[in-house]
């Protein structure tokens, strides 16, 4: 999806240059509104406002609210990259959690795709509040190519802009 076809961002809280995404099943959808920003290379960065719900009982960011976010991310980026809406899943991932995100933060998943097979792809994911890394994940995911549920609506316009 190109910055020209993706919404305005109406929520004032948001960054300069994100608008709201909306992709991924029920689970991944109910961490809250996402917000994408299109980099040069084609890639999206992921952000959200971190919301109390997303905290564990010590006020930080739950461990597996972080995870989900980086593997939907992961996955979302990779797709973009193959060009095409193919099923793919996640063979493994991997995550070292190196601070926490508090409530308020705008919490951004930055992705490098290090390599794209015909059946696989490797990459990683690295969790911001500004230059403050929360999280670096490493994944392997494998490509299934089976129709999605939900059909071509379930992820977001694959155009280049």
């Known amino acids: 999806m190109s910055e020209s076809e993706m919404p305005p961002a109406a929520d004032a809280d948001v960054p300069e240059g994100y608008a709201p995404l909306e992709f991924g099943g029920p689970y991944f959808r109910a961490l809250g509104p996402m917000h994408g920003r299109r980099q040069a290379d084609g890639g999206l960065i992921v952000a959200l406002r971190i919301a109390e719900s997303h905290l564990n009982i010590q006020g930080f960011t739950h461990g ?3 995870t989900t976010l980086a593997d939907g991310a992961l996955g979302l980026n990779i797709a973009i990259a193959r060009g095409r809406r193919g099923a793919q899943v996640t063979v493994s991932l991997t995550a070292d959690f190196l601070s926490s995100a508090r409530l ?5 998943a930055h992705v490098t795709i290090t390599r794209l097979g015909q059946r696989l792809a490797y990459a990683n994911c690295d969790l911001k509040v500004g230059t403050r890394h929360v999280l670096r994940a490493s994944a392997v995911f494998a490509f299934v190519d089976r129709p999605l549920p939900g059909g071509p609506a379930a992820l977001p316009s694959l155009a280049d802009g």
């Open 104 to 108: 308020g933060d705008w919490l951004e």
């Open 64 to 66: 597996g609210m972080l």
